[in-house]
């Protein structure tokens, strides 16, 4: 089974300062990744996704996330962040199976706290 | 905005009670899923519908069932409520039955408080 790891409960960040976000992932078969962004008492705002092609991946608002098929890893970066940043962050995979349908498996959330 | 919108946006509810959650689909899409978000579990896939049948389903509890209707809106019925199942529900839908392009939106979901 598909299994996603965010090892860091939160990030700190000064505004402005580069922004990095972990996420490494453990899948049979090619990995479809994907970032979605949670504001308060908001739902859950697509970001980005990996599914083939060019291991840099551009998405909203000016992050971009890596992909390292050697590492197992999707990093999330942002290169400079700002205030309005401060969210909590998932990082997911979805089960490369057709059979299984089109489930999500979800990290367990990074929280980011970008100071003024 | 998504395009998903989810009803109601807060249920206040006792143990054993019954609750229905609805959710209409982003125009266009045929897929519906449901994930439970919890402080002890994080985010958990419960169920997907893809124009109307079942398609895949998680871990969800005999308590629960879902269903989509022709209109393609979906519902998520929860019974025998317990203090545990307090949590936040989303809904989700994509344009098809799960392509590997397809992305999921997600509404903004149903807070459910069982007391």
């Known amino acids: 089974a598909q299994s996603v790891a965010q090892p860091e409960d939160q990030v700190n960040v000064a505004e402005g300062n580069p922004l990095t976000v972990k996420c490494t992932y453990s899948?049979?078969?090619?990995?479809?990744l994907f970032w979605y962004v949670q504001y308060p008492n908001r739902g859950l705002q697509f970001l980005l996704k990996?599914?083939?092609?060019?291991?840099l991946v551009k998405g909203s608002y000016g992050f971009e996330a890596e992909f390292n098929k050697s590492q197992t890893s999707f990093h999330l970066k942002k290169p400079s962040a700002l205030v309005s940043d401060s969210a909590l962050y998932f990082c997911?995979?979805?089960?490369?199976?057709?059979?299984?349908?089109?489930?999500?498996?979800f990290g367990g959330g990074t929280r980011v706290l970008v100071k003024p | 905005d998504s395009g998903v919108t989810q009803t109601p946006k807060h249920l206040i509810t006792a143990t054993g009670q019954r609750v229905t959650l609805r959710c209409s689909p982003r125009?266009?899409?045929?897929?519906v899923y449901w994930y439970q978000q919890s402080l002890d579990q994080g985010l958990q896939f419960l169920i997907q519908?893809?124009?109307?049948?079942?398609?895949a389903k998680g871990n969800i509890l005999e308590r629960f069932s879902a269903q989509q209707f022709p209109d393609l809106h979906s519902e998520l019925n929860l019974s025998s409520l317990e203090l545990g199942d307090s949590a936040l529900y989303f809904c989700?839908?994509?344009?098809?039955?799960?392509?590997?392009?397809?992305?999921?939106?997600f509404g903004p979901g149903t807070r459910l408080l069982v007391l």
């Open positions: 989700a839908s994509s344009v098809a039955e799960g392509g590997r392009w397809e992305t999921q939106y």
């Open positions: 899948v049979s078969g090619n990995p479809y």
């Open positions: 990996y599914i083939t092609g060019d291991n």
């Open positions: 997911a995979v979805r089960d490369p199976i057709k059979a299984a349908g089109n489930k999500l498996t």
């Open positions: 125009s266009g899409d045929l897929s």
């Open positions: 519908y893809y124009n109307g049948e079942e398609r």
